[in-house]
């Protein structure tokens, strides 16, 4: 399947970026390059682009499109959690701009057989490392029912976390649960129907959970944001697109923290703490897709867009 993507918030992340000519970017979830592509049309000669990407298809895709710019750019199949080390073995002290474009793509959603998907049955699966061994066989085979409702709760707001972990647990009993197909049924069976009627599908909070279980989307996020901040040469930006209010919430606390992280009792008349802003909140409230964009691309529904800028 044609890894095609859809660059979601492509103007708003272009203008945020403040994108300098001879600027170096790193796009640390390349995916199909769609937004890379736009970034590398508009850096010169001295200018350098760094994908990262931990999707083996995305890594080939996003060679191919960005061939033209050649030795500008530089990509490394890896996660964006090492985002320093990667940064040192290339050799690179400061970056001008980082984009995150947070969650699954288009392209792993509609590839069946990546188990992403619960239009389609298909294996288990939900890596966007498959060098990785730990999948979504094993989060809904070997998760406690305790575990199971807390991801569920904690990573899809699902209602019916519980009562979903409790189905889990014992139809595994009888035998293991295998493909997308099967999760589903049991899904189902958990929902009050009336539930399912008016809530879209009734599987989509438990794949988002257990799909973020299976990578550690969150922890990752959270972990790496300050790192990134460092690494910032002066007025530079993080651009960050997310697809959920977890995501979001993460996001727009460590930038905050990352201004203002000052841990003094307010009572205090001067600062004591010695912390300093790392710089500053360049989007107030989040940047929301136009009605224009979510008429054209589906997938822009819920991406909210927040820059921070290095001081």
């Known amino acids: ?17 403040a994108i300098k000519p001879d600027g170096i970017y790193v796009d640390g979830t390349l995916g199909g390059a769609g937004h890379a592509y ?16 931990q999707d083996g298809d995305a890594i080939a895709a996003a060679s191919k499109r960005l061939e033209p710019f050649g030795e500008k750019v530089t990509i490394v199949r890896s996660n964006y959690s090492r985002f320093p080390e990667i940064m040192k073995e290339l050799g690179v002290e400061h970056v001008d701009g980082i984009l995150l474009d947070i969650g699954v793509s288009s392209y792993q959603l509609d590839t069946p057989e990546r188990g992403f998907t619960y239009r389609e049955d298909a294996k288990l699966d939900m890596r966007m490392d498959q060098r990785q061994r730990f999948s979504a066989w094993d989060v809904v085979n070997t998760y406690s029912k305790q575990e199971l409702t807390r991801i569920l709760r904690d990573y899809g707001e699902e209602k019916f976390a519980g009562n979903i972990a409790k189905h889990i647990v014992s139809r595994r009993e009888q035998k293991d649960i295998d493909t997308t197909g099967e999760l589903i049924d049991i899904i ?7 539930m399912q009627i008016n809530g879209g599908h009734p599987a989509k909070r438990t794949f988002q959970a257990i799909r973020i279980e299976v990578n550690r989307e969150l922890e990752v996020l959270e972990e790496s944001i300050d790192a990134m901040i460092d690494y910032l040469a002066p007025e530079g930006r993080l651009c960050i697109i997310t697809f959920h209010s977890l995501e979001d919430r993460i996001v727009k606390n460590r930038f905050r923290d990352n201004e203002n992280p000052c841990i003094c009792p307010p009572s205090f008349p001067v600062c004591m703490c010695g912390k300093e802003s790392k710089g500053r909140v360049v989007t107030r409230k989040p940047i929301v897709p136009s009605d224009e964009e979510m008429n054209e691309n589906k997938r822009a529904k819920s991406s909210k867009l927040r820059t921070f800028a290095a001081r």
Do not use: Y
Not at 6 to 13: A, D, G, H, S
Not at 188 to 194: D, F, T, V, Y
């Open 1 to 17: 399947m044609q890894f095609s993507h859809k660059p979601v918030l492509l103007n708003e992340v272009l203008e945020n970026l």
């Open 38 to 53: 736009e970034v590398c049309k508009r850096l010169g000669p001295n200018g350098r682009f760094i994908g990262i990407d």
């Open 188 to 194: 189902k069976a958990a929902i009050p129907m009336k």
